[in-house]
């Protein structure tokens, strides 16, 4: 089994920054892969961003490239998502994923493991 706790989400204005934390535990196969996801009311969970074990290549939702970024901190078994110039439709509850396998993926549907989300607010 896998564990993954989210923390770092809050109220911010438009345009300041949040930075969330993934902390993972379990089976070090099943968190290869990593990845954010967001669901904000009434609509449907949606891709963020991924990254490999490695932490080559990541990959983002055209809706956040150039504003966020994701890592990850092996050592401490810990993926991170900066969020810069945060807009008002940033607004949702951010959850960290892990899947095994070699690749990493877009869809929710191929991720074993989640979190229970951080809640990030984008006032105008």
């Known amino acids: 089994q896998v564990q993954l706790v989210e923390s770092g989400g809050g109220l911010v204005q438009a345009g300041g920054s949040l930075r969330l934390a993934c902390a993972a535990s379990g089976r070090p196969s099943r968190i290869y892969n990593m990845a954010w996801f967001r669901q904000a009311p009434g609509k449907e969970r949606e891709f963020v961003a991924a990254?490999?074990?490695?932490?080559?290549?990541?990959h983002y939702a055209d809706s956040v490239k150039g504003r966020f970024t994701i890592s990850r901190d092996n050592a401490k078994n810990t993926l991170y998502l900066e969020m810069n110039t945060l807009k008002p439709e940033d607004t949702a509850v951010y959850y960290c994923?892990?899947?095994?396998?070699?690749?990493?993926?877009?869809?929710?549907?191929?991720?074993?493991?989640w979190g229970q989300g951080t809640q990030v607010t984008v006032s105008s």
């Open positions: 990254i490999s074990l490695s932490g080559d290549s990541p």
């Open positions: 994923a892990s899947r095994s396998g070699t690749a990493t993926s877009a869809s929710s549907t191929d991720y074993d493991y």
